[in-house]
């Protein structure tokens, strides 16, 4: 599933909690998001900016999920789970034996665990943190770049309703 894809199926509650996350942390990045989708769609960034919140994460979230808007969602996903989902990084990284730096990024990612010791990394994630937010950040990490692809777990991500996101 591409970050685009991740807006497009998110609840509108998790796409708020990303959204008012990276406005309140990370403010430079909420406007350079906001101006670039603005221009995408040949509009002054000021108009979205002067929407009350509600509405403007609204809009976000659906602009967010268009194909072009795919790079722009990839690190707007990337600022939230590195910023506010450190823990659960880490957590998911440590439950695999994975070295990590303090903030859950990986130099050199290793070759994909087996679909049982991903299965139960998934399960320990699950008692921890709120369903959308794992599957949020598990199908954004199949999906990074890397010269290294877990296949297997892209099938975990396909096969455990638990980690499905809008009930697709």
Same mark, same amino acid.
């Given at each position: ?7 497009? $199926? ?30 995408? %769609?040949?509009? %002054? ?5 002067? $929407? ?13 999920? %268009? ?51 991903? %299965? ?49």
């Amino acid at each position: 599933m591409k970050s685009y894809e991740i807006f497009q $199926k998110m609840s509108p509650t998790m796409a708020v909690e990303i959204l008012s996350y990276v406005q309140k942390e990370q403010a430079p990045v909420f406007k350079s998001v906001v101006q670039t989708l603005a221009s995408q %769609r040949n509009l %002054r960034s000021v108009f979205v900016e002067r $929407k009350p919140p509600a509405e403007r994460y609204a809009w976000i979230k659906t602009t967010l999920g %268009r194909k072009p808007s795919d790079i722009l969602a990839a690190h707007l996903l990337q600022a939230w789970l590195l910023g506010a989902q450190k823990s659960m990084l880490c957590d998911f990284l440590d439950s695999l034996g994975i070295k990590h730096d303090e903030d859950g990024t990986v130099e050199q990612l290793p070759e994909s665990p087996g679909p049982d010791d991903l %299965r139960k990394a998934i399960d320990q994630l699950l008692m921890k943190y709120s369903p959308e937010n794992v599957a949020v950040y598990l199908h954004a990490f199949h999906d990074m770049d890397s010269s290294v692809t877990w296949q297997p777990l892209g099938e975990v991500l396909g096969e455990d309703e638990r980690l499905k996101l809008g009930g697709s």
